[in-house]
Nanobody, 117 residues
Framework: QVQLVESGGGLVQAGGSLRLSCAVS????????IGWYRQAPGKQRELVAR???????NYPDSMKGRVTISRDGAKNTVYLQMNSLKPEDTAVYLC???????????WGQGTQVTVPS
């Protein structure tokens, strides 16, 4: 069982920046994937950024240039730096991890990010 605990969400004005943190109970460099998703009210959960084993990163086209995912192995923490935030970025941001390719997904409880229009 892997626990993930997010923090760093809040209210930020449009154009501002925010850094989210995800503390993981496992060795993040040993995980198959570790990353961030988001879910806005009435919308499907969507990928924001993730790191795949080996260190390569995945960003959907809609996020490229505005978000950066990084890892701190000493703290077993994954970060999501978000810049140029827009009202449409308002969502609950969830940390996700998978230990093996076909293993279960582990999820944190989420942290709310609100960008008022």
């Amino acid at each position: 069982q892997v626990q993930l605990v997010e923090s760093g969400g809040g209210l930020v004005q449009a154009g501002g920046s925010l850094r989210l943190s995800c503390a993981v109970s496992a060795n993040i460099f040993a995980m198959n994937t570790i990353g961030w998703y988001r879910q806005a009210p009435g919308k499907q959960r969507e990928l924001v950024a993730r790191v795949i084993s080996g260190g390569s990163t995945n960003y959907p086209d809609s996020m490229k240039g505005r978000v950066t995912i990084s890892r701190d192995g000493a703290k077993n923490t994954v970060y999501l730096q978000m810049n140029s935030l827009k009202p449409e970025d308002t969502a609950v941001y969830l940390c996700n991890g998978r230990v093996t390719t076909f293993g279960p997904d582990y999820w944190g409880q989420g942290t709310q990010v609100t960008v008022p229009s």
